[in-house]
């Protein structure tokens, strides 16, 4: 909404970057992350742009308002990084209206 007169305001409410941090420093979650990627989690971007966003409440500065940006915007490319482990049909089967085979025992 370029040229609106809406100010602007962060992305996230603040107290979700607070619970995504406490989220993050959990035990169970660091147990989960080290045992999928081997590294523990770091937690500590949360923890800035919570305190960006309390800032920006109470200042407004532009320097917390471009941090926060930046901030989704790295997050947001950070999950364009993954590809999709399905392969995303176009079309529906061919078969698709078929009625399933629910009392057949299925092929080994």
Not at 28 to 46: A, D, I, L
Not at 56 to 78: D, F, G, M, P, Y
Request: net charge neutral.
């Amino acid at each position: 909404m370029a040229g609106s007169d809406l100010p602007w305001r962060p992305p996230r409410p603040c107290d979700y970057y607070w619970s995504e941090f406490r989220h993050c420093k959990s035990l169970r979650n660091r147990f989960h992350h080290y045992y999928v990627y081997g590294t523990f989690p770091s937690c500590e971007q949360w923890k800035e742009d919570y305190h960006m966003c309390r800032e920006w409440e109470k200042i407004q500065s532009t320097h917390c308002k471009e941090s926060l940006q930046q901030s989704e915007r790295n997050r947001v490319a950070e999950q364009r990084n993954f590809t999709p482990v399905w392969e995303l049909r176009q079309t529906p089967p061919a078969d698709w209206h078929s009625p399933l085979n629910q009392g057949k025992p299925q092929d080994s």
